[in-house]
């Protein structure tokens, strides 16, 4: 239930939110690397344990790099809804996008 392993047709800014709200384990393949991370929570702040294959241990991520390096995976992965992203780059690029969108 709080697996992500697939596609969702979602913009990726809502994608960021439902995996954090949901403390969701997130699984792909990467450049044929397997990949997971695990959205954790010490109270209010969210918490990213990262597996990385090339390295011997987890990554824990918290603060401003949480959110970049969930956005940046959840790319990787093709998990958000990409043709949006290629149909309205000024939504992402423009005077009116955000840290996210960016």
Excluded: W
């Excluded at 990726?12 to 990949?35: G, P």
């Excluded at 940046?72 to 996008?97: A, I, R």
């Amino acid at each position: 239930q709080n697996v992500l392993y697939e596609r969702k047709n979602m913009l990726y800014e809502q994608l960021l939110e439902y995996v954090t709200t949901n403390k969701m384990l997130v699984t792909c393949c990467i450049d044929a690397h397997f990949t997971a991370f695990q959205i954790i929570s010490n109270g209010r702040t969210p918490t990213l344990l990262y597996y990385d294959p090339l390295k011997p241990y987890l990554y824990r991520v918290t603060g401003d790099g949480f959110r970049v390096l969930v956005i940046f995976l959840l790319l990787k992965c093709n998990y958000g809804d990409s043709q949006h992203v290629q149909e309205n780059k000024d939504y992402y690029v423009g005077s009116g996008g955000n840290n996210v969108r960016r």
